[in-house]
Nanobody
Framework: QVQLVESGGGLVQAGGSLRLSCAAS????????TGWFRQAPGKEREFVGA????????DYTDSVKGRFTISRDSAKNTVYLQMNSLKPEDTAVYYC????????????????????WGQGTQVTVSS
């Protein structure tokens, strides 16, 4: 059983920064592919980014490239999403995801590819 708990969401002004944390129990992130999705009101889930367990492949959706960064702290068994230069369109509930196996890169953007999901944390960016 793997449980993911997100934290760090909140209200921030456009242009500001926010760092989301995702703490895992039951499995170490060092052996898991991990990623982030987000869902805005009335919108479909959107892939934000993901990192292969080995760290050799990291990818982000085009809208966040250059602004968001996924990182890991193995000692704390925590994954982070650093969000800089935030825009109002980044407003959404953000979900941490993980998989007990290596998810094919071409499937990263498919929500059902990820077995474990956090409860979500709200990020609101004001203009």
């Amino acid at each position: 059983q793997v449980q993911l708990v997100e934290s760090g969401g909140g209200l921030v002004q456009a242009g500001g920064s926010l760092r989301l944390s995702c703490a895992a129990s039951g499995r170490t992130f060092s052996s898991s592919d991990t990623g982030w999705f987000r869902q805005a009101p009335g919108k479909e889930r959107e892939f934000v980014g993901a990192r292969a367990w080995s760290g050799n492949i990291i990818d982000y959706t085009d809208s966040v490239k250059g602004r968001f960064t996924i990182s890991r702290d193995s000692a704390k068994n925590t994954v982070y999403l650093q969000m800089n230069s935030l825009k109002p369109e980044d407003t959404a509930v953000y979900y941490c995801v993980a998989a007990p196996f290596s998810v094919p890169y071409t499937s990263w953007k498919t929500a059902t590819s990820w077995a474990y999901w956090g409860q979500g944390t709200q990020v609101t960016v004001s203009s």
